[in-house]
């Protein structure tokens, strides 16, 4: 990792404990696959009541971009929102990488559109298995069932 994003880590990371002291912030500085080569990034984890809410910085992010990625993620806990269509969530799935919460209808989307995988749109993580499109809607009507048994 160049010298030239450590310190803009350290100094970004400088400005979220002024910024934001009534929670916890760490940070941990690391390289991330993206875009089928490896990049730069700085993890930093807000707790919040216990929850852990992620946020990547990467050498093209700005301190305006992290104060309104912290303020989705506060808003996230006090609201119950889905990270995507920014609904409440009635029932929904948080990524198990990230944290990020999705709703049903968002969970589902992202099912259909990866024929059974499921990529996170904020950490890029994936879940699942490929499946053959005559039976994606047979495995999308098990998953929901099983996901969420309301319906």
Request: glycine share 6%; proline share 5%.
């Amino acid at each position: 990792m160049g010298e030239e994003f450590t310190k803009k880590c350290e100094t970004i990371f400088r400005q979220i404990e002024e910024t934001y002291p009534d929670y916890q912030f760490i940070y941990k500085p690391e390289e991330l696959y993206s875009d089928g080569e490896f990049k730069p990034a700085m993890r930093v984890r807000l707790l919040i009541a216990g929850c852990i809410y992620q946020i990547f910085i990467f050498p093209e992010t700005t301190w305006d971009c992290v104060q309104k990625m912290i303020k989705i993620r506060k808003e996230q806990f006090q609201d119950d929102t889905c990270a995507i269509c920014y609904e409440k969530v009635g029932s929904g799935l948080a990524c198990f990488d990230c944290n990020n919460w999705q709703c049903e209808k968002c969970t589902m989307t992202l099912f259909r559109n990866g024929k059974g995988v499921i990529t996170c749109p904020f950490c890029r993580k994936s879940k699942g298995y490929k499946i053959p499109d005559h039976a994606l809607e047979l495995f999308a009507t098990y998953f929901r069932n099983n996901m969420f048994p309301h319906k």
